[in-house]
């Protein structure tokens, strides 16, 4: 069933279209489908507090909708129409867990034994202030507080309580919407209110295979039109970008969004061609392939966001992490792999014949240069492959401490000498501890001769 779309804050609700005999199986399914038997068994004592507190409570959100889909989700939001803190402060005791509460925005984040997070909600009504700010709380409904969400796939409810256990509260024909593989907003007034929710679009879209439907396409198109994206604070991109580059397959959405518009209206101006995404889809390959073998971790958003920013100046790109409000770490990173880029791509791509200066090579390189390099092919792939399954490991036996022990006083000298050392070790021509402190101490001589 069809729910029209209606301005905000005066929605109509249709009558609901589902049975309780068809609910009790529905929700058998899915909870076989949760698969993990803790889940279930969290449920049930959810399912006994909620008796015990005579309130309402309901399983939300993105489990609800994987559920029915088949997908694994451990992630439980429960919304209680009542007192939610109570409820958690209940449940917690119940449990042994953990309890953070947020009183002003009336929810707790309960933490089990094993480090899952149970997110509690009162069911709410918010009231946004100006277009893309965040909003204010108000105690509901469960249908208030469904109206609030983005898609109609993302507002079904499964019922916990007493003997309407089981039942599912589709109030906007988001089974439907299941069905059919569409993405679609309650309102009109949805991305307008809250711009993320393109970007959310356009990660569902691509996660699930799911396409908006064209009035909803039509208002994301308008709201980026209207230059509402472009009010959103860089926090708020910056989460939505890094969600969506942090998914398995990133280069659609990110095509996606380039054709919908809403790149430049962030400030990215690369060209998302389909050459581009093709490179984006190499480098993720190779990102997989490298990460067991990577001693330095790199991160999937930042290798990407690297890539596309890499055709803008040193001062553009680090005025654009600081709106972002990305970490100073992160930007150094990712102006430091632009920066080295250029040489990157010119040493590798020839044969280099001895191991350590290979090594010396790479090692300047960060983990996610690394990853783009290899992503290349060619010589530059076979270069970064001998690397990692050569070199990355070769260390010392000794350090400045056996320097030290011998009598000499730390200083940069020792740098340059275990360097040195591991250069000659790396090639072949040492190896052993005892090896390695008679070329150190040899090297200390001559460089201090100097
Ligand atoms: P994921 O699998 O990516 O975690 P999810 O649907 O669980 O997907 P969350 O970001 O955890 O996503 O949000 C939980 C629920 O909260 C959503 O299913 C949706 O109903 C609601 N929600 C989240 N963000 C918004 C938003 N910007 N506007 C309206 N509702 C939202």
Redesign the pocket.
């Known amino acids: 069933m069809k729910k029209p779309l209606s301005a905000a804050g005066i929605i109509s609700y249709p009558a609901r279209t589902v049975s309780q005999d068809e609910n009790i199986g529905e929700v058998d399914r899915i909870l076989k489908t949760y698969g993990h038997p803790g889940i279930r068994e969290l449920l049930k004592i959810i399912f006994a507090v909620t008796r015990h507190m005579k309130a309402s409570t309901y399983l939300?959100?993105?489990?609800v909708?994987?559920g029915l889909l088949n997908i694994q989700?451990y992630?439980i939001?429960i919304v209680v129409d009542g007192d939610g803190i109570k409820f958690g402060e209940k449940l917690a005791q119940r449990l042994g867990a953990r309890l953070d509460i947020h009183e002003k925005f009336m929810t707790a984040v309960l933490i089990l034994e094993n480090g899952q997070h149970i997110d509690i909600a009162t069911s709410r009504v918010e009231h946004y202030r100006k277009p893309a700010e965040l909003p204010g709380v108000e105690s509901g409904s469960i249908k208030q507080d469904l109206a609030?969400?983005?898609f109609t796939i993302?507002?079904l409810a499964l019922s916990l309580t007493g003997k309407n256990f089981g039942e599912m509260l589709d109030f906007f024909g988001g089974r439907e919407d299941l069905k059919n593989r569409k993405i679609r907003v309650l309102h009109k007034m949805s991305f307008i209110e809250?711009p993320?929710?393109i970007f959310?679009a356009v990660?569902f879209e691509k996660r699930l295979g799911f396409k908006m439907d064209k009035q909803t396409e039509a208002m994301a198109r308008h709201a980026i039109d209207m230059e509402i994206v472009s009010k959103l604070t860089g926090a708020r991109i910056r989460d939505e970008l890094i969600?969506i580059l942090n998914e398995d397959r990133p280069f659609n959405a990110i095509k996606r969004l380039y054709d919908l518009g809403a790149l430049s209206k962030i400030g990215i101006t690369q060209v998302i061609s389909k050459e581009f995404v093709e490179d984006m889809r190499k480098a993720i390959s190779s990102y997989s392939k490298l990460k067991p073998y990577q001693d330095r971790e790199s991160v999937k958003w930042r290798l990407l966001l690297i890539m596309m920013l890499r055709d803008n100046n040193a001062a553009a790109i680090e005025s654009w992490c600081l709106k972002m409000k990305i970490r100073r770490k992160d930007i150094a990173v990712i102006t430091g792999s632009i920066k080295k880029m250029p040489e990157a791509g010119r040493e590798l791509k020839k044969k280099i014949k001895e191991d350590s200066r290979l090594y010396d090579i790479v090692r300047r390189y960060s983990p996610e240069l690394q990853v783009i390099c290899h992503s290349r092919g060619g010589d530059h792939a076979k270069n970064i492959r001998r690397y990692f399954t050569k070199l990355v490991n070769i260390g010392l036996e000794i350090s400045g401490e056996d320097l030290k022990e011998l009598g000499y006083r730390p200083s940069p000298l020792f740098k340059e000498v275990l360097g040195e050392v591991l250069r000659q070790k790396i090639d072949g021509k040492i190896s052993g501890r005892e090896k390695e402190l008679a070329t150190a101490i040899k090297l200390i001589s001559q460089l201090s001769k100097n």
């Open positions: 939300v959100g993105g489990i909708r994987d989700n992630d939001d609030r969400r983005d993302n507002s809250d993320t929710r959310r990660r969600y």
